[in-house]
């Protein structure tokens, strides 16, 4: 979705304004998360820079441009965190089954003590 997108689909009204409702509104249809509408209304007034009571066009671009910058550092983040998870799970998985000598998907006491100084 483009910022200009985003800015439509708050500004319902089409006045070139988001007020309090239409951006509580947007809020919702936007995100997967309940939001109150006192974090909601704390967001809103921090974006509305010159205290008109609405937020207008020049205020929302660039604070949605830089959550939207710090949404996709997180997001690539999130990717190597999941593929270091995903990578480990697997050695995890080798380690389990080289200690496990019965087959039983349990680690006793004996297989560790013998199987930890094999692993190096």
């Known amino acids: 979705k483009t910022i200009h997108g985003a800015w439509s689909g708050m500004d319902r009204d089409g006045n070139g304004r988001i007020s309090l409702i239409e951006f509580a509104k947007g809020i919702e249809a936007a995100s997967t998360k309940k939001y109150s509408i006192s974090k909601i209304s704390k967001l809103w007034?921090?974006?509305?820079?010159?205290?008109?009571?609405s937020i207008e066009y020049n205020e929302f671009v660039p604070l949605l441009r830089n959550f939207l910058k710090k949404k996709l550092k997180i997001d690539?983040?999130?990717?190597?965190?999941?593929?270091?998870?995903?990578?480990?799970?697997?050695?995890?998985?080798?380690?389990?089954r080289k200690l496990d000598k019965n087959r039983d998907n349990f680690i006793t006491i004996t297989e560790l003590t013998v199987g930890l100084p094999r692993c190096g």
Do not use: T, V
């Open 45 to 53: 007034r921090e974006m509305d820079l010159n205290e008109s009571h």
């Open 76 to 96: 690539k983040i999130d990717k190597k965190i999941l593929n270091a998870l995903r990578k480990n799970c697997r050695n995890i998985e080798k380690f389990h």
